[in-house]
Protein backbone atom coordinates (compact mmCIF):
# COMPACT_ATOMS: atom_id res chain seq x y z
CA UNK A 1 0.00 0.00 0.00
CA UNK A 2 1.22 3.64 -0.32
CA UNK A 3 2.67 5.40 2.24
CA UNK A 4 0.68 8.85 1.00
CA UNK A 5 -2.85 7.99 -0.95
CA UNK A 6 -4.33 10.73 -2.62
CA UNK A 7 -8.17 10.49 -3.93
CA UNK A 8 -9.26 10.91 -6.22
CA UNK A 9 -6.66 10.31 -8.74
CA UNK A 10 -8.68 12.00 -11.39
CA UNK A 11 -11.65 14.58 -11.55
CA UNK A 12 -13.63 16.58 -13.83
CA UNK A 13 -15.71 19.05 -12.32
CA UNK A 14 -17.64 22.45 -13.80
CA UNK A 15 -17.00 25.79 -13.06
CA UNK A 16 -18.16 27.02 -9.89
CA UNK A 17 -18.66 23.74 -8.37
CA UNK A 18 -16.79 23.06 -4.43
CA UNK A 19 -14.06 20.13 -4.94
CA UNK A 20 -12.53 18.48 -1.98
CA UNK A 21 -9.19 16.80 -2.51
CA UNK A 22 -8.25 14.60 -0.15
CA UNK A 23 -4.82 12.96 0.73
CA UNK A 24 -3.94 10.40 3.68
CA UNK A 25 -0.62 8.91 5.08
CA UNK A 26 0.70 6.05 7.25
CA UNK A 27 4.20 7.24 7.45
CA UNK A 28 3.64 8.70 10.84
CA UNK A 29 4.70 12.52 9.78
CA UNK A 30 3.85 15.59 11.31
CA UNK A 31 4.10 17.86 7.92
CA UNK A 32 1.78 17.78 5.08
CA UNK A 33 2.08 19.71 2.20
CA UNK A 34 -0.39 20.89 -0.97
CA UNK A 35 0.83 21.65 -4.61
CA UNK A 36 -0.04 21.93 -7.80
CA UNK A 37 1.94 21.49 -11.67
CA UNK A 38 1.40 23.13 -14.44
CA UNK A 39 2.85 22.25 -17.04
CA UNK A 40 6.49 24.28 -17.98
CA UNK A 41 5.66 25.73 -13.99
CA UNK A 42 7.39 23.12 -11.78
CA UNK A 43 5.54 22.28 -8.81
CA UNK A 44 3.96 25.09 -6.54
CA UNK A 45 3.31 25.41 -2.62
CA UNK A 46 -0.36 26.17 -2.43
CA UNK A 47 -0.83 25.21 1.83
CA UNK A 48 0.88 23.66 4.52
CA UNK A 49 0.41 22.01 8.03
CA UNK A 50 3.09 21.10 10.41
CA UNK A 51 0.62 19.97 12.76
CA UNK A 52 -3.39 19.60 12.98
CA UNK A 53 -3.24 23.26 14.71
CA UNK A 54 -0.87 24.48 12.52
CA UNK A 55 -1.64 25.55 8.99
CA UNK A 56 0.29 27.74 7.09
CA UNK A 57 -0.32 29.60 3.21
CA UNK A 58 1.97 28.55 0.61
CA UNK A 59 3.19 30.95 -2.65
CA UNK A 60 -0.71 30.12 -4.51
CA UNK A 61 -3.07 29.71 -1.95
CA UNK A 62 -6.15 32.39 -3.02
CA UNK A 63 -9.11 30.25 -4.31
CA UNK A 64 -8.08 27.32 -2.02
CA UNK A 65 -8.79 26.48 1.67
CA UNK A 66 -7.77 23.17 3.76
CA UNK A 67 -8.27 21.01 6.55
CA UNK A 68 -5.98 18.89 8.99
CA UNK A 69 -8.34 16.45 9.99
CA UNK A 70 -5.68 14.35 11.75
CA UNK A 71 -2.31 13.93 11.67
CA UNK A 72 -2.86 11.65 8.71
CA UNK A 73 -5.32 13.34 6.70
CA UNK A 74 -4.82 16.59 4.81
CA UNK A 75 -7.62 17.72 2.35
CA UNK A 76 -7.51 20.51 -0.13
CA UNK A 77 -10.50 22.43 -1.01
CA UNK A 78 -11.67 24.66 -4.41
CA UNK A 79 -14.60 26.25 -3.09
CA UNK A 80 -15.56 27.37 -6.45
CA UNK A 81 -13.32 25.72 -9.02
CA UNK A 82 -12.44 27.49 -12.19
CA UNK A 83 -11.04 26.60 -15.16
CA UNK A 84 -7.19 27.91 -14.61
CA UNK A 85 -7.02 25.81 -11.53
CA UNK A 86 -7.22 22.93 -13.85
CA UNK A 87 -3.41 21.18 -12.82
CA UNK A 88 -2.07 17.88 -11.68
CA UNK A 89 -2.38 18.42 -7.44
CA UNK A 90 0.19 16.78 -4.99
CA UNK A 91 0.45 15.84 -1.78
CA UNK A 92 3.63 15.53 0.39
CA UNK A 93 4.62 14.56 4.01
CA UNK A 94 8.08 15.03 5.97
CA UNK A 95 9.59 14.47 8.82
CA UNK A 96 12.62 16.39 9.34
CA UNK A 97 13.53 14.96 12.59
CA UNK A 98 14.04 11.81 10.76
CA UNK A 99 14.46 12.23 7.40
CA UNK A 100 16.28 15.99 6.54
CA UNK A 101 13.71 17.30 5.36
CA UNK A 102 12.92 14.94 2.12
CA UNK A 103 9.57 14.70 1.24
CA UNK A 104 7.22 12.17 -0.07
CA UNK A 105 4.56 12.32 -2.50
CA UNK A 106 1.26 11.03 -3.50
CA UNK A 107 0.87 10.01 -6.98
CA UNK A 108 -1.57 12.97 -7.68
CA UNK A 109 -4.48 14.07 -8.31
CA UNK A 110 -5.21 15.28 -12.15
CA UNK A 111 -8.13 17.95 -11.88
CA UNK A 112 -9.57 19.61 -15.32
CA UNK A 113 -12.25 22.29 -14.82
CA UNK A 114 -14.35 23.00 -17.54
CA UNK B 1 12.48 28.25 0.97
CA UNK B 2 14.06 29.28 -2.80
CA UNK B 3 13.80 27.83 -6.46
CA UNK B 4 16.38 25.92 -7.89
CA UNK B 5 16.73 26.37 -11.50
CA UNK B 6 17.58 22.96 -13.77
CA UNK B 7 19.85 23.15 -16.96
CA UNK B 8 19.38 21.86 -19.35
CA UNK B 9 15.55 22.05 -19.39
CA UNK B 10 15.46 18.56 -21.77
CA UNK B 11 18.04 16.13 -22.58
CA UNK B 12 18.20 13.56 -25.09
CA UNK B 13 20.77 10.61 -24.96
CA UNK B 14 21.28 6.99 -25.66
CA UNK B 15 21.32 4.25 -23.28
CA UNK B 16 24.78 3.78 -21.89
CA UNK B 17 25.99 7.14 -22.12
CA UNK B 18 26.29 9.23 -18.87
CA UNK B 19 23.46 12.24 -18.25
CA UNK B 20 24.50 15.37 -16.18
CA UNK B 21 21.77 17.95 -15.32
CA UNK B 22 22.80 20.64 -13.44
CA UNK B 23 21.26 23.32 -10.54
CA UNK B 24 21.97 26.96 -9.48
CA UNK B 25 20.70 28.75 -6.45
CA UNK B 26 20.49 31.76 -4.76
CA UNK B 27 21.23 32.20 -1.33
CA UNK B 28 22.57 29.59 1.82
CA UNK B 29 21.26 25.85 2.52
CA UNK B 30 21.26 23.19 4.76
CA UNK B 31 20.97 20.50 2.20
CA UNK B 32 20.13 20.55 -1.68
CA UNK B 33 17.72 17.74 -2.72
CA UNK B 34 17.20 16.03 -6.10
CA UNK B 35 14.11 14.33 -6.89
CA UNK B 36 12.70 12.18 -10.26
CA UNK B 37 9.36 12.29 -11.67
CA UNK B 38 8.40 10.27 -14.07
CA UNK B 39 5.32 11.48 -16.48
CA UNK B 40 2.43 12.67 -14.39
CA UNK B 41 3.48 10.45 -11.25
CA UNK B 42 4.26 12.31 -7.87
CA UNK B 43 8.18 13.03 -7.38
CA UNK B 44 10.30 10.61 -5.58
CA UNK B 45 13.29 11.61 -3.70
CA UNK B 46 16.74 10.62 -4.71
CA UNK B 47 19.40 11.81 -2.86
CA UNK B 48 20.31 14.48 -0.72
CA UNK B 49 23.53 16.10 0.02
CA UNK B 50 24.07 18.76 3.51
CA UNK B 51 25.91 21.64 2.97
CA UNK B 52 29.07 20.16 4.45
CA UNK B 53 29.01 17.82 1.76
CA UNK B 54 31.17 18.05 -1.48
CA UNK B 55 30.11 14.78 -2.99
CA UNK B 56 27.65 11.52 -2.56
CA UNK B 57 27.24 9.07 -4.35
CA UNK B 58 24.17 6.61 -5.11
CA UNK B 59 24.17 3.53 -6.98
CA UNK B 60 24.66 5.31 -10.75
CA UNK B 61 23.54 8.30 -9.37
CA UNK B 62 26.26 11.09 -8.11
CA UNK B 63 25.77 14.54 -6.82
CA UNK B 64 28.13 17.29 -6.00
CA UNK B 65 28.12 20.66 -4.57
CA UNK B 66 29.69 23.92 -4.51
CA UNK B 67 28.29 26.05 -2.13
CA UNK B 68 30.55 28.41 -2.72
CA UNK B 69 28.77 28.47 -6.77
CA UNK B 70 25.57 28.21 -5.67
CA UNK B 71 25.09 25.25 -8.04
CA UNK B 72 24.55 21.08 -7.91
CA UNK B 73 24.90 18.27 -10.42
CA UNK B 74 23.06 15.30 -10.74
CA UNK B 75 25.33 12.95 -13.21
CA UNK B 76 23.48 9.58 -14.24
CA UNK B 77 26.12 6.84 -15.23
CA UNK B 78 25.21 4.05 -17.95
CA UNK B 79 21.67 5.66 -18.32
CA UNK B 80 19.17 3.09 -18.89
CA UNK B 81 15.73 3.71 -20.90
CA UNK B 82 13.98 3.20 -17.50
CA UNK B 83 15.75 6.50 -16.63
CA UNK B 84 13.77 8.18 -18.69
CA UNK B 85 11.77 11.16 -16.45
CA UNK B 86 12.11 14.67 -15.20
CA UNK B 87 14.70 15.56 -12.56
CA UNK B 88 14.23 18.43 -10.02
CA UNK B 89 16.45 19.80 -7.80
CA UNK B 90 15.40 21.52 -4.26
CA UNK B 91 17.45 23.27 -2.27
CA UNK B 92 16.46 23.40 1.53
CA UNK B 93 17.09 26.74 3.50
CA UNK B 94 16.43 25.11 6.63
CA UNK B 95 13.51 27.21 7.27
CA UNK B 96 10.11 25.15 7.81
CA UNK B 97 11.00 22.83 5.25
CA UNK B 98 9.62 24.17 2.51
CA UNK B 99 10.96 23.12 -0.65
CA UNK B 100 10.35 24.95 -3.88
CA UNK B 101 10.56 23.25 -7.10
CA UNK B 102 12.16 24.71 -10.51
CA UNK B 103 10.67 23.20 -13.66
CA UNK B 104 13.37 20.63 -13.96
CA UNK B 105 14.77 18.59 -16.52
CA UNK B 106 13.87 16.12 -18.81
CA UNK B 107 15.51 13.10 -19.86
CA UNK B 108 14.94 11.20 -23.16
CA UNK B 109 16.77 8.04 -22.73
CA UNK B 110 16.77 6.18 -26.05
CA UNK B 111 17.39 2.76 -26.70
Known amino acids: DADVTQTPRNRITKTGKRIMLECSQTKGHDRMYWYRQDPGLGLRLIYYSFDVKDINKGEISDGYSVSRQAQAKFSLSLESAIPNQTALYFC?????????????FGAGTRLSVL | SQQGEEDPQALSIQEGENATMNCSYK?????LQWYRQNSGRGLVHLIL?????REKHSGRLRVTLDTSKKSSSLLITASRAADTASYFC???????????FGTGTRLQVTL
Open chain 2, 49 to 53: IRSNE
Open chain 2, 90 to 100: APDTGTASKLT
Open chain 1, 92 to 104: ATSDPTRTGGVQY
Open chain 2, 27 to 31: TSINN
